[in-house]
């Protein structure tokens, strides 16, 4: 009786023993988001042999281009209203250097289609721009002097419902059978041989590659990580709160239904108290050769957004953003009710030789809305 009571006694210590060490390692990990902070359905990156998404597009709108895909004149379009036995679309943005390369490739091909008698018609090519609004791809457009349709994708939906790619270009061959385009290859970065890919396209066209090898690409937001723990998150909020000339309360952790990190700050100024909540933000990166982003913003119990901490932002060459840049995207931001529509306009709101990394950040505030709704039906705010 005695050596089974000591037995007892051992196992409880072993397992408060352990209960501590794994909390004591769940405190110490980096904080980390996910694609979906919001909740909702994680998409998986599209592979060969896949069903390209039943994504509503935007129609070009020169009607030339309208014509050369096949298109009546409507606003919108899906993809298997496109005329072509066989379609290259390409996932690009204005300002990826690859991208920008690439664009003399594509150009070729698109010539050697048209003039092959066996590929002309029966294979079409799309651009579409990630992040990119018209004006901005009708720049690069003539820039590059291209001569397929580009087609806007500003607030990164068709991105999205592929799986978010680590970067652009993306570029895939997709083949209509039974009404619907499946995809045959897929391809990350810069094309490099041009002859190569057309073959392939030929043989995709022709059904000598019924489906090409599947790439181990990985969707770019599968899990996004700060690599930031949660006391650093609430110390840079208290020291940010302070230089605002606030004097920050308790700060804590919520555990909200998603896996979004936020957090209740209490404050005060002079005699006023005041809740605000801060969370971070993190976007998977669209340029294959840029970084990911992460950066906390702030917002009151109306939904205000009252400021904006940069954790890991960064600019062209991926250089991190100075104090000027942090405070553009500040007076970006600031203001802005998460409760209203927030509109991103790259002529006033985009940092220098960032205008991706500012669309981004945008992009990534805008899923607020969602979290705000949440804390409402939580009782956080009334």
Same mark, same amino acid.
């Given at each position: 009786?005695?050596?089974? @009571? $000591?037995?007892?006694?051992?196992?409880?210590?072993?397992?408060?023993t352990?209960?501590?060490?794994?909390?004591?390692?769940?405190?110490?990990?980096?904080? /980390?988001?996910?694609?979906?902070?919001?909740?909702?359905?994680?998409?998986?990156?599209?592979?060969?042999?896949?069903?390209?998404?039943?994504?509503?597009?935007?129609?070009?709108?020169?009607?030339?281009?309208?014509?050369?895909?096949?298109?009546?004149?409507?606003?919108?379009?899906?993809? /298997?209203?496109?005329?072509?036995?066989?379609?290259?679309?390409?996932?690009?943005?204005?300002?990826?250097?690859?991208?920008?390369?690439?664009?003399?490739?594509?150009?070729?091909?698109? =010539?050697?289609?048209?003039?092959?008698?066996?590929?002309?018609?029966?294979?079409? +090519?799309l651009?579409?721009?990630?992040?990119?609004?018209?004006?901005?791809l009708?720049?690069f457009?003539?820039? =590059?002097? +291209?001569?397929?349709?580009?087609?806007?994708?500003?607030?990164? +939906?068709?991105?999205?419902?592929?799986?978010?790619?680590?970067?652009?270009?993306?570029?895939?061959i997709?083949?209509?059978?039974?009404g619907?385009?499946?995809?045959?290859?897929?391809?990350?970065?810069?094309?490099?041989?041009?002859?190569?890919?057309?073959?392939?396209?030929? $043989?995709?066209?022709?059904?000598?590659?019924?489906?090409t090898?599947?790439?181990?690409?990985e969707?770019?937001?599968?899990?996004?990580?700060?690599?930031?723990?949660?006391?650093?998150? =609430?110390?840079? #909020?208290?020291k940010?709160?302070?230089?605002?000339?606030?004097?920050?309360?308790?700060?804590?952790?919520?555990?909200?239904?998603?896996?979004?990190?936020?957090?209740?700050?209490?404050?005060?100024?002079?005699?006023?108290?005041?809740?605000?909540?801060?969370? +971070?933000?993190?976007?998977?990166?669209?340029?294959d050769?840029?970084?990911?982003?992460?950066?906390?913003y702030?917002?009151?119990? $109306?939904?205000?957004? @009252?400021?904006? #901490?940069?954790?890991?932002?960064?600019?062209?060459?991926? =250089?991190?953003?100075?104090?000027?840049?942090?405070?553009k995207?500040? &007076?970006?931001?600031?203001?802005?009710?998460?409760?209203?529509?927030?509109?991103?306009?790259?002529?006033?709101?985009?940092?220098?030789?960032?205008?991706?990394?500012?669309?981004?950040?945008?992009?990534?505030? &805008?899923?607020?809305? /969602?979290?705000?709704?949440?804390?409402?039906?939580?009782?956080?705010?009334?």
């Amino acid at each position: 009786m005695k050596r089974s @009571r $000591q037995t007892v006694l051992l196992t409880l210590t072993l397992t408060l023993t352990l209960i501590l060490f794994f909390s004591g390692l769940l405190f110490l990990n980096p904080v /980390k988001t996910f694609a979906n902070s919001e909740g909702g359905e994680q998409i998986p990156l599209i592979q060969a042999g896949d069903k390209f998404p039943m994504t509503e597009l935007v129609s070009p709108k020169e009607k030339i281009y309208r014509d050369y895909l096949g298109l009546p004149d409507n606003p919108g379009f899906y993809l /298997k209203e496109v005329q072509a036995e066989v379609v290259i679309v390409e996932f690009l943005n204005k300002y990826c250097y690859h991208c920008q390369q690439q664009a003399y490739l594509m150009n070729r091909i698109y =010539k050697t289609l048209k003039k092959d008698p066996e590929l002309n018609g029966k294979v079409k +090519i799309l651009g579409i721009g990630v992040g990119n609004n018209r004006i901005q791809l009708e720049h690069f457009r003539q820039e =590059k002097k +291209i001569p397929f349709p580009l087609i806007p994708d500003q607030d990164f +939906i068709a991105f999205e419902k592929i799986g978010y790619p680590g970067g652009t270009p993306f570029t895939t061959i997709i083949k209509k059978e039974n009404g619907q385009f499946v995809v045959k290859d897929t391809h990350l970065g810069m094309i490099e041989n041009r002859q190569a890919y057309v073959d392939k396209i030929r $043989q995709i066209l022709t059904g000598g590659a019924a489906v090409t090898s599947k790439k181990a690409y990985e969707s770019a937001i599968q899990s996004l990580n700060p690599g930031i723990t949660e006391e650093e998150v =609430k110390t840079m #909020i208290d020291k940010r709160l302070k230089d605002m000339g606030f004097t920050p309360g308790e700060i804590t952790q919520l555990r909200i239904k998603g896996a979004r990190q936020v957090f209740m700050v209490k404050l005060k100024k002079g005699a006023k108290l005041d809740v605000w909540f801060a969370t +971070i933000g993190s976007e998977g990166k669209v340029c294959d050769i840029c970084h990911d982003i992460h950066f906390i913003y702030l917002f009151d119990r $109306q939904g205000i957004i @009252r400021d904006f #901490i940069p954790i890991h932002v960064t600019k062209y060459g991926n =250089k991190p953003f100075e104090e000027k840049d942090v405070e553009k995207t500040r &007076k970006a931001l600031v203001g802005r009710n998460l409760t209203q529509p927030i509109q991103y306009n790259p002529d006033t709101d985009a940092v220098s030789s960032a205008s991706m990394t500012s669309a981004l950040i945008f992009k990534g505030v &805008k899923q607020g809305s /969602k979290l705000y709704i949440q804390l409402k039906k939580e009782g956080y705010i009334q």
